[in-house]
């Protein structure tokens, strides 16, 4: 294992009724917070009025910010800075889900910026934040580990580029995580939540480069076995809470630093494909990587041809391991939980521009450094894409 730091800055309370207590937690940083959250579904299962109750309770003005998409984009958020800034609010206060929560790190980055321009070169790596509002995290859509992590994915609106940036400042300090505001949430979407977590760790399982690395070979490998288990009985009983707690639990594991600790030679070459597919064609993150990881799989098929066999055993419960047996049965899973694994399973879209995709999967790499991509190699990754 190489040598690593790892700081797990946000004290998480978990389980039923904690959201109440978002007033509570709010008044630590001050009296006025923003308030960010989506496109309203929020007030409909009473989310909303527990928020705002809560806050009344304890003194906290509130600054109402809506609109926050699936997938950001950097006028929501830089709207949502000078809202703030007017208001002179202390805390965001970020409710939904990991897309919420990556706005709501942009605002927190953009309440010290000047411009957009200035915003987005923190986007482009040529920045790195030093300064944020602090943010308190209430999830209803588990996902990303945005509640646990640095990172904030953003789409720029005018150039449809879907960058991140990374910082410990934008941390949340707080994550309020309540798995019974889950349990309604459509199969549809909790598949695409489902295929989002497994990937978190599945690419730092197949591109690592340790020889011997058991700690975090079994971590990941219990992660992506719990994630698709818990998905498993999602789909024969929506509403099972305990599924519903420990998909919600693995979602904010996954991707907080802890299972690629020291995890030598470890990449996220799925999510270098994957951004440009959401950030030109608005898919949801997680039904983008159903589609990439099996063709970067099929890319690598030999080379990864042990893991897997591990993965296929320990995560699908297959009997037959061999590569492209153990490709067919990621597929099918995904296919199972209504997830598409290919682009002619993503009729929204009626074609795909590979050249475009190509472009900015190749930007992308370029930024990040952080795949394992051969000259040619992202544009056959998207071919294999195509059935």
Same mark, same amino acid.
């Given at each position: 294992?190489? #040598?690593?730091?790892?700081?797990?800055?946000?004290?998480?309370?978990?389980?039923?009724?904690?959201?109440?207590?978002?007033?509570?937690?709010?008044?630590?940083?001050?009296?006025?917070?923003?308030?960010?959250?989506?496109?309203?579904?929020?007030?409909? @299962?009473?989310?909303?009025?527990?928020?705002?109750?809560?806050?009344?309770?304890?003194?906290? *003005? !509130?600054?109402?910010?809506?609109?926050?998409?699936?997938?950001?984009?950097?006028?929501?958020?830089?709207?949502?800075?000078?809202?703030?800034?007017?208001?002179?609010?202390?805390?965001?206060? +970020?409710?939904?889900?990991?897309?919420? $929560?990556?706005?709501?790190?942009?605002?927190?980055? &953009?309440?010290?910026?000047? *411009?957009?321009?200035?915003? =987005?070169?923190?986007?482009?790596?040529?920045?790195?934040?030093?300064? &944020?509002?602090?943010?308190?995290?209430?999830?209803?859509?588990?996902?990303? *580990?945005?509640?646990? @992590?640095?990172?904030?994915?953003?789409? @720029?609106?005018?150039?449809?580029?879907?960058?991140?940036?990374?910082?410990?400042?934008?941390?949340?300090?707080?994550?309020?995580?309540?798995?019974?505001?889950?349990?309604?949430?459509?199969?549809?979407?909790? &598949?695409?939540?489902?295929?989002?977590?497994?990937?978190?760790?599945?690419?730092?399982?197949?591109?690592?480069?340790?020889?011997?690395?058991?700690?975090? %070979? %079994?971590?990941?490998?219990?992660?992506?076995? +719990?994630?698709?288990?818990?998905?498993?009985?999602?789909?024969?009983?929506? /509403?099972?809470?305990?599924? /519903?707690?420990?998909?919600?639990?693995? +979602?904010?594991?996954? =991707?907080?630093?802890?299972?690629?600790?020291?995890?030598?030679?470890?990449?996220?070459?799925?999510?270098?494909?994957?951004?440009?597919?959401?950030?030109?064609?608005?898919?949801?993150?997680?039904?983008? !990587?159903?589609?990439?990881?099996?063709?970067?799989?099929?890319?690598?098929?030999?080379?990864?041809?042990? /893991?897997?066999?591990?993965?296929?055993?320990? $995560?699908?419960?297959?009997?037959?391991?061999?590569?492209?047996?153990?490709?067919?049965?990621?597929?099918? =899973?995904? #296919?199972?939980?209504?997830?598409?694994?290919?682009?002619?399973?993503?009729?929204?879209?009626?074609?795909?521009?590979?050249?475009?995709?190509?472009?900015?999967?190749?930007?992308?790499?370029?930024? =990040?450094?952080?795949?394992?991509?051969?000259?040619?190699?992202? /544009?056959? +990754?998207?071919?294999?894409?195509?059935?």
């Amino acid at each position: 294992m190489n #040598r690593f730091s790892l700081h797990l800055k946000t004290r998480v309370e978990f389980g039923q009724g904690v959201i109440s207590s978002v007033g509570r937690e709010a008044s630590a940083f001050g009296k006025r917070a923003l308030f960010l959250y989506g496109q309203g579904s929020i007030k409909k @299962n009473g989310i909303y009025d527990t928020v705002v109750q809560s806050c009344i309770e304890h003194g906290i *003005s !509130l600054k109402e910010h809506p609109g926050a998409v699936p997938n950001p984009v950097i006028s929501h958020a830089v709207s949502g800075a000078q809202a703030a800034r007017e208001f002179q609010a202390d805390v965001i206060i +970020a409710v939904g889900g990991g897309s919420v $929560v990556d706005e709501a790190k942009c605002i927190a980055l &953009a309440y010290y910026t000047s *411009s957009t321009e200035e915003l =987005w070169q923190y986007y482009l790596r040529k920045k790195t934040a030093q300064q &944020a509002l602090p943010i308190i995290a209430v999830m209803t859509m588990p996902a990303t *580990s945005s509640e646990m @992590n640095g990172a904030s994915v953003m789409i @720029n609106d005018e150039t449809k580029e879907k960058f991140s940036t990374r910082s410990q400042v934008l941390v949340p300090e707080v994550a309020l995580l309540d798995p019974s505001v889950t349990l309604d949430i459509p199969l549809h979407q909790t &598949a695409y939540a489902a295929a989002d977590i497994m990937s978190h760790v599945l690419e730092g399982f197949f591109t690592r480069t340790d020889p011997f690395s058991p700690v975090q %070979e %079994e971590l990941s490998l219990g992660l992506m076995s +719990a994630s698709k288990q818990s998905m498993d009985k999602i789909l024969d009983d929506p /509403r099972n809470f305990h599924a /519903r707690s420990s998909l919600m639990w693995a +979602a904010s594991l996954a =991707w907080n630093g802890l299972a690629s600790a020291g995890w030598e030679g470890a990449r996220i070459p799925c999510h270098t494909l994957e951004h440009p597919l959401s950030g030109l064609y608005d898919l949801p993150h997680g039904a983008g !990587l159903s589609i990439t990881i099996p063709a970067y799989l099929t890319l690598r098929r030999e080379k990864y041809a042990d /893991r897997l066999a591990v993965f296929g055993r320990r $995560v699908l419960e297959l009997e037959d391991v061999r590569p492209d047996s153990v490709i067919h049965g990621l597929k099918q =899973w995904y #296919r199972k939980i209504k997830t598409p694994a290919c682009f002619n399973e993503w009729p929204q879209v009626p074609s795909f521009d590979i050249d475009l995709l190509v472009q900015h999967a190749e930007e992308l790499n370029r930024i =990040w450094q952080n795949s394992d991509f051969e000259p040619g190699e992202i /544009r056959r +990754a998207y071919e294999l894409m195509e059935h």
